[in-house]
């Protein structure tokens, strides 16, 4: 009787480390190890595992997008027209982002070519490279992320191919400014996403997300100043503001 006991806990403990195996080798990773975001639909198990211990609810949401839903008629304008590869929406974007920098890299470099002067003040620390921080950028198309406005969870709706949410994000790769001494720091940009459960922003269940925007610069020298490494017009956010 000791030895059934015994062999039926051993089998239980067995089941609860076998699942929980499955639980890490499953999750929701995407790959990219971002702050606020989990997972990556085009590159992630369709049924990994979320945040909040769950598998991605891919039935329910092919599901909703069959019965009447408020994402229904915008799916059905859009059905009429062919579908565009995922793959080259992800090219566009990634072409897209690198023209910009590009663009913004040659704004920055006229600008501190026309700032120089011999009246110049050395704290304004024009005629700086606009890139001091190391960083690299992708796409992904997140499953998971962080609502700004609600600081919980939420489920971004992804549905290969017909409806794919895809964001460009630029993360630091470096601690420390070059040439400059000073820190890096991460930035951060709301995005909007259809989520489950739905968000507050629009009829339609849309949420804020956060999602990484690149790296400014913080000389040590001056507490106040930031070096944008942008390159673009967006805000740049440390962290999630308190709510």
Not at 92 to 101: H, K, M, S, T, V
Not at 110 to 117: G, L, W
Request: glycine content about 6%.
């Amino acid at each position: 009787m000791t030895r059934v006991r015994v062999s039926q806990k051993s089998l239980v403990l067995c089941t609860l480390i076998n699942e929980a195996i499955s639980k890490l080798t499953n999750s929701c990773k995407g790959g990219s190890e971002l702050k606020y975001l989990w997972g990556d639909a085009l590159s992630d198990d369709p049924s990994c595992v979320g945040p909040t211990n769950h598998p991605y609810p891919t039935e329910a949401i092919a599901k909703s997008f069959k019965s009447n839903n408020p994402w229904q008629g915008s799916f059905r304008t859009g059905r009429s027209q062919r579908t565009i590869d995922p793959y080259r929406t992800r090219s566009a974007l990634l072409a897209a982002y690198e023209q910009n920098r590009n663009d913004g890299d040659s704004l920055l470099s006229t600008s501190s070519r026309q700032a120089r002067s011999p009246n110049l003040s050395t704290s304004t620390c024009s005629g700086t490279p606009g890139r001091l921080c190391k960083t690299r950028y992708n796409t992904t198309a997140p499953m998971y992320g962080v609502s700004l406005t609600s600081g919980q969870p939420v489920t971004i709706v992804q549905k290969f191919p017909d409806l794919l949410q895809q964001v460009v994000f630029e993360v630091c790769e470096s601690s420390e400014c070059d040439l400059v001494r000073g820190e890096c720091t991460q930035t951060y940009v709301p995005y909007l996403f259809l989520v489950i459960p739905l968000g507050p922003v629009t009829l339609t269940g849309q949420d804020y997300v956060l999602v990484e925007s690149g790296c400014v610069c913080r000389p040590k020298s001056s507490s106040n100043l930031l070096m944008n490494n942008n390159n673009n017009n967006q805000i740049p956010i440390s962290s999630i503001p308190k709510l």
